[in-house]
């Protein structure tokens, strides 16, 4: 067998995108993209087409997550081919246009790539979020950013899964990747948060020129995090909140918890541990936009994926 049998080979990425504001209050994102909007030097790569795009202006201008639903989450079939008009809430409606300038979602006219940059209060540092675990030109392209991010790490979130996984802006491409830089709090830039999502993005653009200018990847491994389960606060019959994220937990992003660890605090001092079977690793631990979504945190568990070598055609 010849070695070539095994490449896959993908079309020349030629049109990117990075997506800031699809969250109007996480500022890293928003930044970067306004700064790259004036003067986009910075982001220029041969043979590459760049586009740094705002995706939710309305809620960047008010400097809150959205106006009038998470755009993050209105990527669906459903609203992607709904009748257009005045009436439909205004993250389906920009979901549309996104679609439109940047996909067709699922088709071949679809952007090759697409950074999404969020923030989150959670002490996740610089986390890159992959959405399939079969996508071997992202998981190539991690592998990339982890080697050349050494000896800082950079964790990879898989959100692939039957009921916890949702439609995102990014996923219009062909390749989406999201970013996830914190802690930071929304609203507030933070100078440590802002740099490193500056360099993840500058080695993810690098990659994206070697793999154009003809480089092969040869087959690699990537260990990534695949979301588990999502835990909601304890609360009363009421529905409101009895507990906080235990001392223990709190700011402890990708450490793993195991079962009798401590999990929550009751406001009376009481300790809540965790019960589940085995040793989990928790991401998003107390990240404010989720409180409106009943989450704590995520449970993640540890597994190593295969990347096969890939080559442009
Ligand atoms: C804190 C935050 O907004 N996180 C993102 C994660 C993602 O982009 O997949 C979201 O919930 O949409
Ligand atoms: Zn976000």
Redo the contacts with the bound molecule.
């Keep these: 067998m010849t070695s070539s049998t095994n490449v896959s080979c993908f079309h020349e990425a030629r049109r990117v995108a990075i997506f800031g504001g699809?969250?109007g209050n996480?500022m890293s994102g928003v930044t970067l993209v306004n700064l790259w909007i004036q003067n986009g030097k910075e982001i220029h790569r041969k043979g590459v087409e760049t586009k740094p795009f705002i995706t939710n202006p309305r809620a960047v201008e008010k400097c809150t997550?959205y106006v009038d639903t998470?755009l993050?989450?209105a990527f669906t079939t459903e609203n992607l081919s709904a009748p257009s008009g005045d009436d439909l809430p205004y993250e389906v409606q920009r979901a549309q246009q996104i679609n439109e300038i940047f996909g067709p979602k699922g088709s071949p006219e679809a952007y090759d790539v697409i950074f999404?940059l969020?923030?989150?209060?959670?002490n996740m540092g610089c986390t890159l979020?992959l959405e399939s675990s079969k996508d071997h030109f992202n998981l190539q392209m991690m592998h990339y950013i982890k080697k050349a991010i050494a000896p800082d790490s950079c964790p990879v979130l898989l959100?692939e899964h039957p009921l916890l996984k949702?439609s995102?802006s990014?996923s219009v491409a062909k390749h989406p990747i999201?970013l996830?830089v914190g802690p930071q709090p929304q609203g507030v830039l933070r100078s440590n948060i802002f740099e490193s999502m500056r360099v993840v993005l500058k080695h993810a653009l690098d990659f994206i020129e070697l793999f154009n200018e003809g480089l092969e990847f040869p087959p690699c491994t990537v260990d990534v995090f695949r979301v588990s389960e999502k835990m909601d606060y304890p609360r009363d019959t009421n529905g409101n909140i009895i507990a906080m994220v235990h001392p223990n937990l709190q700011d402890c992003d990708w450490e793993p918890l195991n079962p009798g660890d401590p999990m929550f605090q009751t406001f009376d001092g009481t300790t809540l541990r965790y019960e589940g079977a085995g040793t989990v690793y928790p991401t998003?631990i107390n990240?404010a936009?989720?409180y409106e979504k009943q989450q704590a945190f995520v449970t993640t568990r540890r597994e190593t994926l295969a990347a096969g070598a890939i080559k442009k055609t």
């Design positions: 699809t969250h996480e997550r998470d993050n989450r999404d969020h923030n989150t209060t959670s979020i959100t949702y995102t990014r999201g996830e998003f990240e936009a989720y």
